[in-house]
């Protein structure tokens, strides 16, 4: 049989080969008049039926999130809570209850009061048009509790699987085990999709949003999963198979590098949890330079103590004792529900209430509890330099009102006695106005660091869980180069130093381009930072600086393309 090879977007710079084994969830129930109406005196039956499988679906949720948290990251594992409020929705609930009052028997009633949420989500926006894989999720767990179904458990395929599906839910992919499967690839998603971020937490070659073609390769079939070119072909030549088998994972560096010339760049990790640490020394990341504090406050009750945030600081500072460890304080926006937090309901929250926004509104004493424990961490730490910044700053107002807040934490420190030191402040750069704010941020500050995620989906106004418009989420578009170069411009010209912590930054093929936008620093996921760091050491400075000199200069995302293919 002839290769054929089929494009969609690589969610893992990384290459697997197996064989395809279709992962299909259950089939939709009978609708309509083949229905069968259950009488009057069984329909308690039915409420019990469905409350037993509400009971045994938390149960499988929360060992699943459980899972997830142990072999993902914390803020990974936290879908997994929205589920649970799903599961137990008002709206929904009344709709089952309605729907077997009138005869209808509980699995059948749990599809039709599904049904109109999961249109709602989809015809929405950016994360939000998400939920409506979530809702999927909890309906077709609960109809196959209900029916007694079996689904295949993905957690025990055979050595050497490649999965292939229409879509893979989080709770799907959480169970897969990259020491059986070799990669994945779906018909739908696209590279921000939860599938996207479980595959690059477990280091899983995947392609994503290849589209119904996908549907002609068969059980059984020979591939390959090439997430770097985001392509997966199918009855590959032996040639081709051995070449991607005989591929080594490259040896992790734990000294510093630099290019050629001498230029050193540090390379650090993305953080979302304590637990990411060690694999962040093991890949030999020179310290962290995105620690994500949202787990502190997801999945309890009541927002960390001072003590307990000031420990966690502390346990990151020393574990990278003569590195840097960049923490972002709470991003928390109305996307992500917080049971103590009053967040509002936002048609685009994305554009709403997030990051610094509440941090100096609404969120304000928990800003500060965060300061405090900040500022003592930087002080009692053993070794390691503490870097604070800021997300979603817009405005120069923001920025000095976040100031303001440090320097009245630090005086109250101070009259209590306690000891503390203030630490490298910096911003992120995410949206156009922090771009062109980029001159007077950086000469208030000792650092910026883009976020090209959504600094793409703000220039570009793509959102970044959109399948229609994931091809304008892509950092090679020349106006999001354009703000990168020009936040870095505006950095150095501050006497600043500028990372990067978006996708972009662990992308092994623009490691040269980036190098030569003047970048300081480059922050990833782990499973990137070998080959990062390999790249690195390699890299001509001069000839970095031309390539990304050649590419500031054209219009369109594929003469970038192009010129970066070319070298």
Not at 16 to 38: C, F, K, M, Q, S
Not at 234 to 256: F, L, Q
Not at 416 to 438: C, H, K, Q, W, Y
């Amino acid at each position: 049989m002839n290769e054929r090879t089929f494009a969609g977007t690589g969610a893992t710079p990384r290459k697997g080969t197996g064989t395809v084994i279709w992962y299909r969830p259950d089939a939709a129930l009978a609708n309509g008049n083949e229905i069968e109406t259950v009488p009057s005196s069984d329909r308690s039956a039915e409420h019990d039926r469905f409350e037993t499988a509400q009971e045994q679906a938390q149960n499988e949720l929360e060992t699943e999130r459980d899972r997830t948290v142990e072999r993902v990251g914390e803020e990974e594992a936290s879908v997994f809570d929205a589920h649970i409020q799903f599961l137990h929705d008002p709206q929904i609930d009344d709709s089952v209850h309605t729907e077997i009052d009138e005869g209808i028997p509980a699995e059948h009633a749990v599809q039709e009061a599904f049904t109109d949420p999961i249109a709602q989500f989809e015809e929405m926006d950016g994360r939000m048009a998400e939920r409506a894989d979530d809702l999927r999720d909890v309906r077709d767990r609960l109809v196959r509790l209900l029916t007694g179904g079996k689904r295949l458990n993905l957690a025990e395929l055979p050595r050497g699987t490649v999965v292939l599906a229409e879509r893979l839910t989080p709770s799907d992919t959480a169970q897969l085990d990259p020491n059986r499967v070799a990669g994945f690839a779906t018909i739908t998603g696209g590279r921000t999709s939860h599938a996207a971020i479980f595959a690059r937490s477990l280091a899983l070659p995947a392609v994503v949003g290849i589209g119904s073609e996908l549907a002609t390769v068969d059980d059984g079939a020979s591939v390959i999963v090439d997430g770097e070119a985001g392509e997966i072909i199918a009855e590959p030549s032996d040639e081709r198979v051995a070449a991607v088998e005989t591929e080594t994972d490259i040896e992790a560096i734990h000294d510093g590098v630099a290019t050629t010339d001498g230029t050193e760049i540090e390379i650090a990790a993305n953080i979302g949890r304590p637990a990411e640490l060690s694999a962040a020394v093991e890949q030999g990341a020179d310290g962290v330079g995105l620690y994500r504090t949202e787990f502190l406050f997801l999945d309890r009750e009541a927002p960390p103590s001072e003590r307990e945030q000031y420990k966690t600081y502390v346990e990151a500072l020393e574990t990278f004792p003569d590195g840097r460890v960049v923490v972002r304080t709470l991003d928390i926006g109305g996307d992500k529900q917080i049971p103590y937090l009053d967040l509002p309901s936002e048609a685009n929250p994305f554009l709403g209430e997030r990051g610094i926004r509440r941090s100096l509104g609404s969120d304000s004493e928990l800003f500060e509890t965060q300061l405090r424990a900040l500022l003592r961490a930087a002080a009692d730490a053993d070794g390691g330099t503490l870097c604070v910044m800021f997300p979603l700053v817009s405005t120069v107002n923001e920025l000095d009102t976040a100031l303001d807040r440090v320097d009245a934490v630090r005086k109250s420190l101070e009259a209590e006695g306690v000891d503390f030191a203030v630490p490298e402040l910096g911003v992120m750069i995410e949206t156009p106005s922090a771009v062109f704010n980029a001159d007077e941020f950086a000469a208030r500050i000792d650092f910026l660091s883009i976020g090209t995620n959504d600094l793409a989906q703000y220039v570009m106004a793509a959102a970044r869980e959109n399948e229609h418009v994931a091809h304008l989420h892509d950092p090679l578009h020349p106006p999001i180069l354009w703000s990168i170069n020009r936040s870095i411009e505006a950095a150095h010209d501050n006497d600043a130093w500028i990372g990067m912590c978006g996708e972009m930054a662990g992308n092994p093929d623009l490691t040269e381009l980036l190098v030569g936008l003047g970048l300081d620093e480059l922050s990833m996921s782990a499973v990137t930072i070998p080959e990062v760091k390999a790249n690195v050491s390699t890299t001509d400075q001069t000839r970095a600086r031309d390539v990304a000199a050649r590419t500031l200069i054209v219009n369109t995302r594929s003469d970038v393309a192009n010129i970066i293919k070319d070298q």
